[in-house]
């Protein structure tokens, strides 16, 4: 979803997205790209005390922190835990063809459509035995989050982290600011801002995926989360007034964003935000990643996009999510049902978390008495919500969003007019891509 090499400096090509995970966190979790390419899996073992496991957690502090947790596992079960781990990108590039040869018992993947797409493919086993015993240990949204099209569960969570508006609370408090909660306070919020010289919503969409949450916010805000699972997964059309609303919406606050957003990075944005430039900042929790000075990163707080109608509320949350799945043949399948159901435990995620302090707990019953503040606020934001999604290019095919929606947006970023020419173009690559399977 987010544009990094492990420099920190943006990759040239925006179809290779890497996913900035939570609060300070580390480049790491690939978006997709198109599924060619062949790939092994380590899903030839039968030994009845290992449960073999595929991983893209490829970089080292994600790798050590479930390596933690597989290590804990063991000591508790007596059962080792044989990981295969690739390279993020290339786990993504070729997870179409691995599942279909010869997987690893469990694998580590995306909730979402991006779980749902395969589960319907019938390379997942549904795991409803595991969700009998963890069902307790997760909130309502995390539930629907985790189960397939068919209704049965296909995921375990493991963590997660919200997008919000950012801002600085020294300035709201020296400027006299309210956090609004409604459409037309922020619209006069913005206003305000501009007329106080600052510039109201920092924005960088060079890596082209940032405009994506922006659109996402408005859409589930304005038409309600259904309609939006619908449109992601290419049920609903984007020609469909509800979707124009959404355009002339974004339309309204488009000039209060910054200038030049499609030759800016959404770090040089976040500087802005850093430097009291800006007022407001839209992105997921990892911008907290560039408030280096300590004071400033405590000055840093969010509030959720506000309310659009009143019918959909602030109900849905965007919050990127990440645990497991089990193949659709495990070789050990009793061993890696006791392992998924490990998995779903607070505990596990504490693990975790102590390796990796940038995400929160996927479960409802977690310590957060480490916590940051900005950590607690984000766990109570997902904790809290009635519905989650996961982010335009996990909530729909990749090959669409990377191709055709990234593309558009930034169109609709540098001139607004004509939208409805460009939600046609949309409307005829969406059916040209979903079509082909």
Known sequence: MH??????????????????????????????????????GGGTASDPKTVTLGSKASDPVPKKAFADIYAAYTKKSGITVDVNTKDSNTFQEQINSYLQGTPDDVFTWFAGYRMQFFAAKGLATPIDDVWKTIGGNFPEAMHKLSKGEDGKYYFVPLYSYPWAIFYRKSVFKEKGYEVPTKWDDFVALCKQMKKDGLVPIAFGDKDAWPALGTFDQINFRQNGYDFHVDLMAGKAAWTDAKVRKVFDLWSEILPYHQEGAVGRTWQDAAQTLASKKAGMYLLGTFVAQQFTDKAALEDLDFFAFPEIDPAHGQDTVEAPTDGFMMSKSPKNKAQAVKLLEYLGTSEAEDIYLKSDPSVVHATNDADTSSYTPLQKKAYDMISGAKSLTQFMDRDSRPDFTSTVMQPALQKFVRDPKGVDALLSSIERQKKTIFASG
């Open 3 to 40: 544009d990094f090499s492990p420099s920190g400096l943006s990759l040239p090509s925006p179809g290779r997205r890497t996913l900035l995970r939570g609060l300070g966190g580390a480049a790491l979790l690939g978006a997709g790209v198109p599924l060619l390419s062949a790939c092994g």
